[in-house]
């Protein structure tokens, strides 16, 4: 990882506010794995968190289905139980070559819903690309080929970095730029899991983040990427440890 991309972390995570999201968000999480009751069921804990993640995923791109059936919405649900199921098979994947679990879950999710040559792909220009939060602008292809390149880097670099605002950067770094076609905003939330699983923080994925994300608010997703977008990364990150914590109150 570049001088600069370790600075910027460690700045961010210095920030007074920041720092006291990430201390209630860690906090939140620490009391969660402590809990007797979710140490007694682990497996069964393991289970409903994936379950209701892949849910809350799915409403977060609009399909507010309970099942799976062969609609649209229905189709978004079954890539979002597909890539969310998938998370704990690529944790050790994910710690030294992350481009390759996107690409992988990325083949996984829009499998229903873009061409076999597009699959595990980032987009190239001038291709139609899926926006269900209404965020608007995007770089270009190139661009976001680049970026993720650098969230490559970022995921693979000293791991002293806290992973919560690792987490945070590589959601709003897939939300933002957009790589792929189809399917950035199902695996930019998985990628949080990831994250919070190979650092540590969450090793047996409990919380839920992606129902934190959905309590918070699409629109506040939206206002969130945008100000990331724009350059407000500490207002992003308010945002983010918000809704982690909110995930873990729904565990």
């Known amino acids: 990882m570049t001088s600069s ?6 700045r961010l995570s210095s920030s007074p506010d920041v720092a006291d999201g990430l201390q209630a968000a860690r906090g939140a999480i620490d009391a969660l794995l402590w809990r007797r009751d979710v140490r007694s069921s682990a497996s069964e804990y ?3 968190s994936r379950a209701q993640g892949a849910q809350a995923s799915a409403a977060m791109d609009g ?5 799976v059936d062969d609609s649209p919405m229905g189709r978004v649900l079954a890539s979002a139980q597909a890539i969310t199921g998938e998370v704990p098979s690529q944790v050790d994947t994910w710690a030294r070559a992350p481009l390759q679990v996107l690409a992988h879950l990325h083949a ?3 499998h229903l ?5 597009q699959l595990g792909r980032p987009r190239t220009e001038g291709q139609s690309v899926d926006d269900p939060l209404n965020i608007g602008s995007m770089p270009s292809a190139r661009e976001a080929a680049g970026r993720l390149a650098l969230l490559g880097e970022l995921v693979t670099g000293a791991r002293e970095e806290s992973a919560l605002i690792v987490a945070g950067i590589v959601h709003a770094e897939l939300l933002a730029a957009r790589p792929f076609a189809w399917g ?5 939330r998985a990628s949080v899991r990831l994250v919070l699983a190979d650092r540590g923080v969450d090793p047996s ?6 129902v934190g994300m959905l309590r918070v608010g699409r629109a506040a997703c939206a206002r969130a990427t945008k100000a990331y977008a724009a350059g407000d990364v500490n207002g992003y990150l308010l945002w983010f ?3 982690v914590e909110a995930g873990v109150e729904a565990a």
Do not use: Y
């Open 5 to 10: 991309v370790r600075d910027a972390v460690q």
């Open 46 to 48: 393991s289970v409903a």
């Open 63 to 67: 399909s507010d289905i309970a099942v």
């Open 108 to 110: 996984i999710a829009a």
């Open 113 to 117: 819903h873009a061409p076999a040559d």
């Open 184 to 188: 950035s905003g199902l695996i930019a």
């Open 205 to 210: 994925l409990f919380s839920i983040p992606e």
């Open 241 to 243: 440890l918000a809704t």
